[in-house]
């Protein structure tokens, strides 16, 4: 057994004690009930959007009870940390409405935020553990654990660093002091105390009561002696922390499930009260018949980075998430679904679907109750970070843009629903623009090119020359029905298939000459909707454009 001078001697002579952490982080003082939850994202990788959905629901708990939502990060792995992420981490926070109370970046009484910044006070439990035999060193290397990994496997028993396999647990001191003294790198390990066999059992805050094997392994606790900073491994942080930053309610990913037994063990240990866990279940894609989880190396839409790259808003991404929460939700009109108290024991337990289709409608439906206005200066937003090109035509043609944004927009019984999201602008949008539009002059490429080029550009020529900017709909479109006439299309499409051969095509056939003229594609909003926007000027520019063309 090491002694306590010779254990002391590993650490730094100045630590505190564990009691001294205890009274710089008292209990906050909250309303009872209130909830303290934290969501702890890795700067390992982007943000994942199953991120985005815990940390709503983190939100929305400290919110409706008056707690308080930390966001704290955990970069104990630092040789897979990649830079810039943890400024995404807070782009995505800003972005969704989701600013925590207390961060490394919105500050707080009861940091550092970030683990890599809170050594002192790992070493200080790390310590006291080893003092009262709760934890010990262990001086295995990587092959004496791979060869025990294999023999484990031979013998057909569980794998794991326990009972007999636990090679330093109860290595005679002698040993243990020899090897401390020839500097050999070693990690601190818990001392599981569970007998083979034994079961516990908990209550997760969304799944009820759950029972499991008690965890026999001795865990690691503290990392390598041969790093610095010396770090200890999640089990142990996420126990130290949330027990000084009084978090009383943990929301985490159901692949931690597993992981409760030990740390259990880890919080009695310590001396610390055990803590309400709720798993939330994973966000699933649909690959062919079946499902699997949303992967970030696999799939686009499972970064966060996706929704703000592609522009998707914010409040009908939050609403979908929601309603993936529970289905009483997704019933609920956007509105009253953002504001609605979560419960967790509504949550679902077997995952939920990520319909991008689905995601795709709400967004549209959203940004079509929006007003002219507050879509431009969303798409500018967007564009100042995503699109430069964009953002300075936008800059530069503000009144045009709002011109074409309100045809059948604002005011409209039916208002267009052609944006998901604010990438969509410039091809759904494009058009109205100078710089972005590229004249219609070649026919071979359009949809024009059905029809004799002597014609299109016959009745192009003519438009433009008799052209007025009428301010009548009906008058403004009878430009188009009086040259039909007079240059051989027929007055309405039943009238074409009567005798086909009498005619180049029928009105509508003619209106589309206009139309690409302007648009450069068939399919566009209102006609006379899109020429008030675009001015005559323009119109006249574009119309002659492909009159004068060649090919």
């Known amino acids: 057994m090491l002694s306590n001078l010779l254990i002391d001697s590993l650490f730094p002579a100045d630590l505190p004690e564990p009691a001294e952490w205890d009274r710089r982080f008292p209990p906050r003082e909250l309303p009872a009930g209130a909830r303290t939850v934290r969501f702890c994202p890795s700067p390992t990788g982007p943000l994942h959007i199953g991120g985005i959905y815990v940390a709503m629901i983190d939100r929305n708990l400290a919110d409706t009870s008056g707690g308080r939502y930390v966001v704290r990060i955990e970069d104990t792995d630092q040789s897979r940390e990649v830079p810039g992420v943890k400024e995404q981490f807070q782009r995505a926070f800003e972005y969704f409405g989701l600013l925590p109370d207390e961060s490394d970046f919105a500050g707080g009484d009861y940091g550092p935020y970030l683990q890599s910044a809170r050594e002192t006070i790992y070493l200080s439990h790390i310590r006291d553990l080893m003092r009262r035999r709760l934890a010990y060193p262990c001086f295995a290397t990587r092959e004496e654990l791979a060869e025990m990994t294999a023999q484990q496997q031979a013998a057909k028993v569980p794998t794991g660093y326990y009972g007999e396999w636990a090679i330093w647990r109860d290595a005679p001191h002698k040993r243990v002091e020899a090897a401390l003294a020839e500097g050999r790198p070693y990690v601190v390990r818990f001392r599981a105390e569970a007998a083979a066999g034994e079961r516990v059992s908990f209550v997760d805050a969304i799944r009820g009561r759950i029972e499991f094997d008690a965890n026999r392994n001795d865990v690691v606790v503290l990392k390598s002696s041969d790093q610095s900073p010396r770090l200890p ?13 009084r978090v009383n309610l943990v929301l985490r990913a159901d692949e931690w499930l597993s992981s409760v037994p030990v740390h259990h063990q880890l919080f009695d240990a310590l001396g610390f009260e055990r803590i309400e866990y709720a798993h939330v279940a994973p966000l699933l894609k649909q690959v062919g018949g079946g499902k ?42 956007q509105s009253e679904a953002l504001a609605a108290t979560i419960r967790l024991d509504q949550c679902g337990v077997s995952g939920a679907l990520v319909d991008m289709v689905k995601l795709g409608g709400l967004c549209a439906d959203h940004i079509a109750t929006m007003p002219a206005a507050s879509v431009l200066a969303a798409v500018t937003d967007w564009a100042e970070r995503y699109d430069a090109e964009l953002a300075k035509i936008l800059a530069a043609e503000t009144d045009l843009a709002l011109r074409a944004l309100t045809v059948e927009r604002d005011g409209h019984p039916n208002p267009r629903k052609d944006l ?42 003519a438009f433009g020359d008799a052209y007025q900017p009428l301010i009548d709909s009906q008058e403004w479109f009878n430009q188009i029905r009086s040259l039909a006439a007079t240059h051989g299309f027929a007055g309405s499409p039943q009238e074409y298939k009567a005798n086909p051969g009498a005619y180049h095509g029928s009105i509508r056939e003619a209106s589309q000459i206009v139309r690409v003229a302007l648009t450069g594609s068939t399919r566009s909003p209102d006609l006379y909707a899109v020429a008030m926007a675009l001015g005559a000027d323009e119109v006249l520019r574009r119309v002659r454009a492909l009159a004068d063309g060649q090919g």
């Open 292 to 333: 699997r989880k949303l992967s970030k190396r696999k799939d686009p839409e499972a970064s966060v980075d996706f929704y703000l790259r592609e522009g998707y808003p914010a409040e009908p991404v939050l609403y979908f998430l929601r309603g993936l929460i529970n289905g009483r939700l997704a019933e609920m009109p």
């Open 233 to 245: 491994t999640y089990h142990f942080a996420h126990a130290v922390d949330d027990h000084l930053m």
């Open 420 to 461: 998901q999201k604010w990438s969509d602008f410039r091809p759904v949008y494009g058009f109205f623009f100078p710089e972005l539009f590229p004249l219609v002059n070649d026919l071979a490429d359009t949809p024009l090119a059905k029809l004799p080029a002597d014609v299109v550009r016959t009745f192009a020529a």
